[in-house]
């Protein structure tokens, strides 16, 4: 049996200060670095808060999400060096695609393309 990547077993409030302070360093907001992600997981502001405040990894994060973005596989392009739209694997994927979001949002796309059809 495989062992799983560390990431799924990762906090997402151990990341999420990195996602914020990369759109932030390049003039960004930490509310379009929420928006993209409430609008790629279907969560609540309040839900979101709550699961940061918790401690929830990235396994249980996309596991629980309520509404995953039926539009997300339009997100393409390389992440980390790896196209998103290869990765097998179904929680890395959804994982790849916030990182991706995240990059275009820090390289100044603009919000409506960033959130695609939806």
């Not at 695609?97 to 603009?110: C, I, M, Q, S, T």
């Amino acid at each position: 049996m495989e062992k799983k990547h560390r990431i799924y077993t990762t906090s997402v409030a151990s990341v999420y200060p990195h996602y914020v302070a990369k759109a932030e360093k390049k003039g960004r907001t930490k509310a379009e670095v929420d928006q993209i992600i409430r609008w790629l997981t279907g969560y609540s502001e309040k839900e979101f808060d709550a699961l940061l405040a918790n401690g929830t990894d990235f396994e249980t994060f996309f596991g629980m999400a309520p509404q995953i973005n039926p539009f997300r596989t339009s997100i393409t392009g390389v992440v980390c060096g790896v196209r998103v739209e290869d990765v097998e694997e179904p929680t890395m994927r959804e994982i790849r695609y916030l990182d991706k979001l995240v990059d275009e949002l820090a390289k100044g796309r603009p919000m409506e393309k960033i959130l695609r059809a939806g």
